[in-house]
T-cell receptor, first 115, second 115 residues
Framework: AQSVAQPEDQVNVAEGNPLTVKCTYS??????LFWYVQYPNRGLQFLLK??????LVKGSYGFEAEFNKSQTSFHLKKPSALVSDSALYFCAVRDMMDSSYKLIFGSGTRLLVRP | DAGVIQSTRHEVTEMGQEVTLRCKPISGHDYLFWYRQTMMRGLELLIY????????DSGMPEDRFSAKMPNASFSTLKIQPSEPRDSAVYFC?????????????FGPGTRLTVL
């Protein structure tokens, strides 16, 4: 069965510092991996995805994520955090071998960037 | 581009009443998804459609829940009768073809409160 774990409920970081939001996954085959962000009272917005190719994926708003197959991880990173990055972040996975188009979402990590 | 439209942002109803949530996907998208978000259970996929046909409704919690997609530009999620535990934010999302590879575009959500 597919699953996604976001081990941290909340991540706190000072503005200007690098940030990392962790995600690990479990699938039977190869994964398609996604990061979404949710601002208050809004729907989820797509940030970036890994399908194949380069393990380092760059996305919107300066975010990037690194796919690590051996560690089954897809951590979200940004070199310099902004207060406006404060939001709820979701990692999601789909198993390439799964004929279903269901995305499995993690429980979410709240990012708080303090000025 | 208008994005996914969920024109009702807040819906309040009383226990036992029927409630219908509405969604207009992005034009040209072949897939439509209904999610429910709560603090306790996170983001749950309820049902999804491909070309207006329901593909997987295994996430629909009970027979009280039903969803339809009469055409490519409109979908409904109905709860009859509603119960207080149905209170949640309901999101609609759509995705273009090759949905396994493509991100989903979320609407702003409808916050349902059942008194």
């Amino acid at each position: 069965a597919q699953s996604v774990a976001q081990p941290e409920d909340q991540v706190n970081v000072a503005e200007g510092n690098p940030l990392t939001v962790k995600c690990t996954y479990s699938v039977s085959g190869n994964p398609y991996l996604f990061w979404y962000v949710q601002y208050p009272n809004r729907g989820l917005q797509f940030l970036l995805k890994y399908i194949t190719g380069d393990n380092l994926v760059k996305g919107s708003y300066g975010f990037e994520a690194e796919f690590n197959k051996s560690q089954t991880s897809f951590h979200l990173k940004k070199p310099s955090a902004l207060v406006s990055d404060s939001a709820l972040y979701f990692c999601a996975v789909r198993d390439m071998m799964d004929s279903s188009y269901k995305l499995i979402f993690g429980s979410g990590t709240r990012l708080l960037v303090r000025p | 581009d208008a994005g996914v439209i969920q024109s009702t942002r807040h819906e309040v109803t009383e226990m036992g009443q029927e409630v219908t949530l509405r969604c207009k996907p992005i034009s040209g998208h072949d897939y439509l998804f209904w999610y429910r978000q709560t603090m306790m259970r996170g983001l749950e996929l309820l049902i999804y459609f491909n070309n207006n046909v329901p593909i997987d409704d295994s996430g629909m919690p009970e027979d009280r829940f039903s969803a339809k997609m009469p055409n490519a530009s409109f979908s409904t999620l109905k709860i009859q009768p509603s119960e207080p535990r149905d209170s949640a934010v309901y999101f609609c999302a759509s995705s273009p073809g090759l949905a396994a590879l493509n991100e989903q575009f979320f609407g702003p959500g409808t916050r349902l409160t059942v008194l």
